[in-house]
């Protein structure tokens, strides 16, 4: 298993242009997440999806679009990227189902955007 | 709204010594996570903590739960130079979901020879 995958690794954006940020896994696992972590900070949810075609807002959505058409692939999408998006960007999945035993989450390698 | 408190931030150790990190969170929750950063690295899941009075451990960590307190440790034993990362504590805010986990802010430790 390759487990969770992100592309690119690193990419520099001027200021309003757009990019999606690419995430897949290969341990059918059913939530998604993409988060993104300032220097010194702990990580921020930006979405997650708890299935092919349901995604929602974590804490901090603004100035981001997620969809999950597959169970594999959870793509992040920036429109008009702005400084305040530079950032680390990590991908991570997990398996849940409520009531049941509770799964680690797996995370990729993460994406250093830096936007000028 | 949640909030999770990692203390203390920076801890410098000498090899060999015990600490302990704490982890506070400010509502009900039914699930708590560690994880270790290596600097420039990614994430990996230490322990997944989801009762109250749950112990875990692994090698010199050792993690737990109090929910009444709303408060998770991670102490370390007899540490090693290995250890040095960052630690995070992460909070399940919805009952019954994975899904909006919230991150403290880290614990930066060094050890030290």
């Known amino acids: 298993n390759a487990g969770v995958t992100q592309t690119p690794k690193f990419r520099i954006l001027k200021i309003g242009q757009s990019m999606t940020l690419q995430c897949a896994q290969d341990?059918?696992?059913?939530?998604m997440y993409w988060y993104r972590q300032d220097p010194g900070m702990g990580l921020k949810l930006i979405y997650y999806s708890v299935g092919a075609g349901i995604t929602d807002k974590g804490e901090v959505p603004n100035g981001y679009n997620v969809s999950r058409s597959t169970t594999e692939d959870f793509p992040l999408r920036l429109e008009l990227a702005a400084p305040s998006q530079t950032s680390v960007y990590f991908c991570a999945s997990s398996y849940y189902i409520a009531g049941g035993q509770t799964y680690e989450q797996y995370f990729g390698p993460g994406t250093r955007l830096t936007v000028t | 709204e949640l909030k999770v408190e990692q203390n203390p931030l920076f801890l410098s150790m000498q090899e060999g010594k015990n600490y302990t990190i704490y982890c506070n969170y400010s509502t009900t929750s039914d699930r708590l996570y560690w994880y270790r950063q290596d600097p420039g690295k990614s994430l990996e899941s230490l322990f997944v903590l989801l009762s109250n009075g749950a112990v875990k451990q692994e090698g010199r960590l050792m993690a737990s739960l109090d929910t009444k307190a709303r408060l998770s440790t991670l102490h370390i034993t007899a540490a090693v130079h290995d250890l040095s990362a960052t630690y995070f504590c992460?909070?399940?805010?919805?009952?019954?979901?994975?899904?909006?986990?919230?991150f403290g802010k880290g614990t930066k430790l060094s050890v030290k020879p």
């Open positions: 341990m059918n696992h059913n939530y």
């Open positions: 992460a909070v399940a805010s919805l009952r019954g979901s994975q899904g909006n986990l919230i």
